[in-house]
């Protein structure tokens, strides 16, 4: 069953975001994926929030902060740009 994570990174002042590297990673472990900013995605995938941070702790510099959230995709309001709104779409039509 897919399920849907907010992937937040924090850095420290002196390291700087990654997201090559996420990027890299989540192209070969996740189903789908959306970044938001340097600090921020969205995905599509089988693995359990422990098994995605698992994957992504290594390709983060010492000192970054990580934290992988469930999100429920069907309980939104707002608006936001296009490519935001059509991902969310696709997945929780």
Do not use: C
């Amino acid at each position: 069953m897919t399920k849907y994570y907010s992937i937040m990174l924090g850095y420290t002042a002196d390291v700087a975001p990654t997201t090559a590297a996420v990027d890299s990673l989540l192209n070969g472990a996740v189903k789908d994926w959306l970044r938001l900013n340097a600090y921020q995605y969205l995905v599509a995938t089988e693995l359990s929030a422990e098994q995605l941070f698992a994957q992504l702790k290594p390709v983060l510099p010492f000192g970054a902060n990580i934290i992988v959230m469930s999100v429920n995709l069907h309980d939104r309001y707002g608006w936001a740009s296009a490519l935001i709104g059509d991902w969310i779409r696709k997945h929780a039509p």
